[in-house]
């Protein structure tokens, strides 16, 4: 059964991912869930505030550089 703290996340070095997520629509609902605002998530990463708003937004599409790595920690991308 999964722990309801980390329901939808994974943990890994300490830091709380996001499993696969089909939009950044529902990658922030998933954060919104677990009590989590989008500063937070960014200070636990050690991420910009800006940069993960750009992604959930779709400003950034996450292709490459901090949007990239955001977009895998927020379960939008698969690390190949």
Request: positive net charge.
């Amino acid at each position: 059964m999964d722990d309801p703290q980390t329901d939808g996340l994974g943990v890994e070095g300490g830091k709380r991912y996001l499993h696969a997520q089909a939009s950044p629509a529902a990658a922030k609902r998933t954060l919104q869930s677990q009590g989590l605002t989008l500063s937070e998530f960014a200070r636990m990463h050690g991420f910009k505030y800006r940069t993960v708003s750009e992604v959930i937004r779709g400003v950034n599409k996450g292709l490459y550089g901090e949007g990239h790595r955001v977009a895998l920690a927020l379960g939008l991308k698969q690390d190949r």
